[in-house]
């Protein structure tokens, strides 16, 4: 089982959508969580740090459930720029552990 | 300013030949990392320097030696470079507190192409 496992993607959407990915880990001891956002080509950027049950920015909000080793990411009101990788990222004693990434592309 | 920035972005070279790749961060940051991110978009850790000292060093063939010359600098040299090598490689530099690696912070990164 690979220790940060994604949905699988790609998610296809129109603008205004709600959209929901989820993240499961398999150690209970990673410490902190982060979702990153990949554009094509490009360097993964942070989006949110999620450190305790949750975390809210604007449309985007993470949340943990430590007992299920489940997150999840809400982004709504889905804008054409969302287009993009979103990578679940575990922390384990200093390291990041990232899940394959799930593909979301917003249509007009 | 760029907070972490890598040189070259683009390296084509032929199978054997040994190449460098740079990185260097200036947000004060303590530990800097090599990722490998492979056709397949997997990203994945391959050393990480905490004060020029390396502490994680997974599974990465010997052909591969990082070096820092200090904190701000993590450098990536690969010997007889092979086909498989071909991907991208990405530094990132964090703040490591208590063995709590807080938000890493990533360079552009160097898409390598191995001929």
């Known amino acids: 089982r690979k220790e940060v496992e994604q949905d699988p993607g790609p998610f296809n959407v129109p603008e205004g959508a709600t959209v929901a990915f989820n993240c499961t880990y398999s150690?209970?001891?990673?410490?902190?969580f982060f979702w990153y956002r990949q554009d094509c080509r490009k360097e993964p950027k942070l989006l949110m740090s999620?450190?305790?049950s949750g975390n809210e920015d604007g449309r985007f909000t993470a949340q943990l459930n430590r007992a299920s080793q489940y997150i999840s990411l809400l982004i709504r009101d889905s804008k054409l720029s969302d287009s993009a990788t979103y990578l679940c990222v575990g922390n384990q004693g200093g390291k990041l552990i990232f899940g394959q990434g799930t593909e979301l592309s917003v249509k007009p | 300013d760029t907070a972490v920035s890598q040189t070259p972005k683009y390296l084509v070279t032929q199978m054997g030949n040994d190449k460098s790749i740079k990185c260097e961060q200036n947000l004060g940051h303590d530990t800097m990392y090599w990722y490998k991110q492979d056709s397949k978009k997997f990203l994945k850790i391959m050393f990480s320097?905490?004060?020029?000292?390396?502490?994680i060093n997974e599974t990465v063939p010997n052909r591969f030696s990082p070096k820092s010359p200090d904190k701000a600098h993590l450098n990536l040299h690969i010997n007889s470079l092979e086909l498989g090598d071909s991907a991208v490689y990405f530094c990132?530099?964090?703040?490591?507190?208590?063995?709590?690696?807080?938000?890493?912070?990533f360079g552009p990164g160097t898409r390598l192409t191995v001929t």
């Open positions: 150690n209970s001891a990673s410490q902190s």
């Open positions: 999620v450190y305790s």
């Open positions: 990132a530099s964090s703040q490591v507190v208590a063995a709590v690696s807080y938000e890493q912070y």
């Open positions: 320097y905490n004060n020029k000292e390396l502490i």
